[in-house]
């Protein structure tokens, strides 16, 4: 009979936080812990990572805690923990309102929830315990943020920017191409300003050129770009070095004068146009991503339409929209009224998105005819669902190759052709060579 005690984890959130789960679980060892990650089977201990970015990110890891708290009463965990940027905002709130949880820990706390599980690390926290199968993973180069956008509340929650030392996230790659990764994809909060406080300087170029050089890793992806004093060597990374994915994740929040300068972005709207036009001067074929944010306070009809405009003219490949969540401690929840209705922020959104849309499945339908190198990501019954380096990830289409799922594996590169477009999945089939 199995001693170990039966631990599951339920991540919340962004992808962020699924690197913290991936170091935590890496920690624990088999001796002490079964990892059970069947939902349906019930666990000794409940770990909850959870998410406190916007409204509906809050509600979402309040509503799981709340069931896991039911569930515990019937007997299917016997301890719950809660850790991550919701518990370190409503630190001093959540635990008397919600006493059945066991423990509540900081979205920094990592150290802290391991020795309340029993475990102290030895080392740097190099390894992961990865999750879904899949041939790619997220490398968190940064953590916290010295941005001071007046909507975000991750400062207050994650603290100021601290990078990572290079050595040790080549360190980290090493080991993840050691369990088969094949595709990098860097986050932070700002990945554009990672090095300045280690090393005095911008420098994710650099960064890019060690990590290419770890063998089996064949994709490096960048996201979450910041636009202000963007690095101009990581376009030249991008352009000469054929692992770096001709893909970039730029979040420009708005374009107009007005609301950029209300959301303390650092940059207006002719640097913004500026940007656009020199990335995809220097990385000719880039695919960008970009996310706005309608609704924010004192935006007027022809700020909106300004967006609108811009969207139009810049074409972004993708593109993710949000209305505006008023957080509390922001410097704009501070200072801003939140004076955009919100059936008026919903009727904004929603014309953004459908502008999107048409977009959307205009670059793809001028991708039919294309040969395309894709990665395999799983199989579909007999399909093979893939995606190429102009598609992250969770967030972005797929390339499916119908009855292929004989021909290649999940982590196989391989050479398609497209023959059909939706608004965000091509149809592929395989070129024989």
């Known amino acids: 009979m199995d001693s170990r005690k039966r631990l599951r984890v339920l991540t919340l959130g962004c992808s962020k936080n699924t690197v913290d789960t991936e170091h935590l679980l890496s920690c624990l ?186 063998e089996g890793i064949e994709w490096i992806r960048i996201h979450y770009s910041y636009p202000a004093q963007f690095p101009e060597d990581v376009l030249e990374a991008m352009a000469r070095n054929p692992k770096v994915c001709r893909y970039l994740d730029i979040p420009l929040q708005h374009i107009s004068d007005s609301v950029l300068s209300n959301m303390h972005r650092n940059v207006d709207g002719k640097w913004t146009r500026e940007l656009i036009a020199r990335l995809r001067e220097k990385v000719p074929g880039v695919a960008l991503r970009t996310t706005m944010i309608v609704g924010f306070p004192e935006e007027s009809e022809a700020d909106f339409e300004e967006l609108l405009d811009f969207v139009a003219e810049a074409r972004f490949e993708r593109l993710g929209a949000f209305a505006y969540s008023e957080e509390e401690g922001t410097w704009g929840a501070l200072n801003l009224a939140d004076d955009v209705p919100q059936e008026l922020k919903q009727s904004r959104l929603d014309r953004l998105m459908s502008l999107q849309m048409d977009i959307s499945a205009q670059f793809n339908a001028s991708r039919v005819g294309q040969t395309l190198k894709v990665l395999v990501d799983e199989l579909e019954g007999e399909d093979l669902i893939c995606r190429s380096e102009f598609e992250s990830p969770e967030v972005d289409g797929t390339v499916i190759v119908r009855g292929a799922a004989s021909k290649a594996a999940v982590g196989d590169f391989i050479r398609v052709k497209v023959v059909e477009a939706g608004e965000y999945d091509l149809v592929a089939e395989i070129v024989e060579n």
């Open 29 to 214: 060892g088999d001796e002490k812990y079964l990892i059970v990650d069947d939902p349906r089977q019930g666990a000794d201990i409940l770990l909850i990572n959870t998410c406190g970015f916007i409204g509906d990110a809050k509600q979402e890891s309040v509503n799981a805690i709340l069931e896991a708290v039911k569930l515990k009463e019937r007997g299917e965990f016997g301890s719950i923990a809660v850790f991550g940027c919701l518990s370190e905002r409503y630190k001093d709130e959540l635990p008397s309102e919600i006493p059945e949880v066991d423990a509540w820990f900081g979205a920094r706390d990592l150290d802290p929830v391991l020795e309340w599980l029993g475990v102290k690390r030895s080392g740097r926290m190099t390894s992961r315990r990865l999750g879904a199968e899949v041939p790619y993973a997220y490398l968190k180069i940064s953590e916290g943020c010295d941005r001071r956008c007046s909507y975000c509340a991750i400062p207050l929650i994650r603290g100021a920017h601290r990078s990572v030392p290079m050595e040790e996230l080549v360190e980290e790659t090493r080991l993840l191409a050691a369990k088969g990764i094949k595709e990098l994809i860097l986050i932070a909060q700002d990945t554009t300003y990672y090095g300045l406080d280690l090393y005095h300087r911008r420098a994710l170029a650099e960064l890019i050129d060690k990590l290419s050089e770890v």
